[in-house]
Every structure is written in structure tokens, then in C-alpha cells.
């Protein structure tokens, strides 16, 4: 029994305190060199290096790219605004009107220019006859074989019909009439026609802008005659016989139709030998003008003549 009283005596002594709890060490395990990376995954993740920098070599050239496009393009755009804002009045560079080209130059002189009153692509601009001593009108021409008519006198492919001329018909119906076999009619001309300063056909779009960018209008016609009335009669005092127009808007105008035709002289009024009268269309009705044909209200008796000039038309 005395050896398990030992034993007793040992369980019985009071307990100390508690000890502290050891943690773990973590397990590291040893870093691969690259000696154990396998050599496949290596190669795959320097392509992928290379890969990212051509991108990125792109991506700087694009934007370079780009960039030079852009400020080319705004360069561009410059040149055209200056353009518009000081245009030169040359094939490349032309101005609406003539007056435009006065603003912007004021000491340019009188002269043949080119414009593009639609200002859309250069390549429809014509070359005018820029007249700045009158303020900057913008002129253009009859076709050169409706320009002018002698008396009894071929110009160019025009000719005066020979006796007997109707009077009061259209200039052009007499070409008609020679092809109907009407009595014994000589052609005359068809109806007048307008060119730019090379003879080019003048287009109906840029005619239609030149109106719209002008506020008036002026075109003059010389009527050369032999006992011949043009405009007023000294005989009879009164307008009768005047010439009558057609004009682009296809009205009548003559004296009892219009107010806008002076005459800046009269010397077919008086009937006897061989004189000139000048006529002056100035008129705020842009649509009428250039006048298109004319007819003669005295002519058919025995040796009267005519012939005639058709002046430019200026917009203003």
C-alpha cells in the first residue's frame, strides 16, 4: 500500500500554469531558378512580350498616323477658309463675284478673272470680265457670233436678211421661217446665247447664283439703222415702232412694258440716212437679263437697213 500512496500524493499536488502553445513553422518551399522552369512556357511568355510591344509600337505609329492626318487635314481646311476669306480670283482660288474680289483686294484693276458663284468645286469656275471702276460688276459676253450685226454687213456666221423683212417678228424666227419656205427669208441667228470670257458655254446653276448674289443688273443693245425707228419715232412723237425684247424670263420688254429701258442715245429717231440708238436695260429684276432675241417693229420698206450689237451683261 505504501507505493500508491506515493502515487495518490503526486495526483493531489496543485496544478502550475499553463505552458504556451508552439505554433508550427509554415512549410516554404524552395523557389525554382529558371534553370527548373520548363523552357516551353519561357518562350511563350517572352512571344507574349514581344506580341505586347508590337502592339504597342503599332498603336504609337497609328496615333502618329492619325495625328499627321488630322492636322493636315485642319491645315487643309485653313487654306480653303483663307480661300474664302481672301480669294485671288484665279482657277484654283476664284471669287463668288467680282465684288467679292474688290473687298478683298481693293486695288486690283479692271480685268478678266475667274469665279464660282456656287462655290462648290473649283473645277466649275468660269473666267468673267471684272469691271471695279463701276463698284465691282461681274460681266459676261454674247457668243461671239451674236456679238454684233452690221448693216448689210456678215459678221462672223450672222447675216441681215435681205428684203422683205417681216416687221414684228423675233430676230430667231427668221431662221425658222427659211425652213418653213416662208417668202425669201435669209437665216439670221438663233436665239442670243452667253459665254464665259473663253468662249465657254455659260452654265444655267452658276447664271442662277450670279443672280442670287446680285442685287441688279444692266446690259446695253446698239441698233444701228438706215431710215430705220429703234426706240421713239420724231415723226410720229410716240414709241410705237420701239424694238421689243425677250427677256431670259421669257417677258416682252419694250417701252410700254418696262421702265427699267432708257435710251442713252436716240438717233434712229429722227429716220432719214444712217444713225445708231443705244439702249440701256438697268434693272433690279435680276431674272430678266441677258436679254435672249428682239424684233424690229420698222423695217420691210425700200432701202432700210439695220444691224445691231449686243453688249455684255453686268451683275452688280
Aim: net charge negative; charged share 25%.
Amino acid at each position: 500500500a505504501a507505493p500508491h500512496a506515493g502515487v495518490l500524493r503526486a495526483l493531489c499536488l496543485p496544478q502550475g500554469p499553463p505552458g504556451e502553445v508552439i505554433q508550427p513553422l509554415p512549410i516554404q518551399l524552395p523557389k525554382k531558378s529558371k534553370r527548373s522552369i520548363d523552357a516551353s512556357k519561357l518562350v511563350e511568355e517572352e512571344e507574349g512580350e514581344d506580341k505586347e510591344r508590337a502592339a504597342a509600337d503599332q498603336a504609337s505609329r497609328d496615333y502618329a498616323d492619325g495625328m499627321e492626318e488630322i492636322f493636315g487635314s485642319l491645315n487643309s481646311l485653313k487654306q480653303e477658309i483663307e480661300g474664302l476669306r481672301r480669294p485671288m480670283g484665279t482657277r484654283d482660288n476664284p471669287a463668288r463675284t467680282c465684288q467679292d474680289l474688290q473687298l478683298s483686294h481693293p486695288g486690283l484693276p479692271d480685268g478678266e478673272y475667274w469665279i464660282d458663284p456656287n462655290q462648290g468645286c473649283a473645277r466649275d469656275s468660269f473666267k468673267v470680265y471684272c469691271n471695279f471702276t463701276a463698284g465691282g460688276e461681274t460681266c459676261v459676253f454674247p457668243s461671239k457670233d451674236v456679238q454684233e450685226v452690221r448693216e448689210g454687213v456678215p459678221v462672223q456666221a450672222c447675216r441681215v436678211p435681205a428684203q422683205p423683212w417681216e416687221a414684228g417678228w423675233w430676230a430667231s424666227a427668221h431662221e425658222k421661217a427659211a425652213a418653213w419656205g416662208a417668202r425669201s427669208w435669209l437665216p439670221l441667228l438663233l436665239q442670243f446665247s452667253y459665254t464665259d470670257s473663253e468662249s465657254q458655254p455659260l452654265g444655267v446653276v452658276q447664271l442662277t447664283f450670279l443672280r442670287l448674289l446680285s442685287v441688279s443688273a444692266r446690259q446695253n443693245f446698239t441698233y444701228h439703222c438706215h431710215r430705220s425707228v429703234a426706240w421713239h419715232s420724231a415723226a410720229s412723237g410716240d414709241h410705237r415702232r420701239a424694238l421689243r425684247f425677250l427677256a431670259a424670263n421669257e417677258e416682252e420688254l419694250s417701252y410700254d412694258t418696262s421702265p427699267y429701258i432708257k435710251a442713252a442715245m436716240d438717233g434712229c429717231a429722227a429716220r432719214k440716212g444712217s444713225s445708231r440708238t443705244v439702249l440701256e436695260v438697268r434693272t433690279p429684276r435680276l431674272e430678266q437679263l441677258p436679254l435672249l432675241d428682239f424684233r424690229v417693229m420698222d423695217f420691210g420698206e425700200p432701202g432700210q437697213r439695220f444691224g445691231f450689237e449686243v453688249g455684255p451683261v453686268c451683275f452688280l
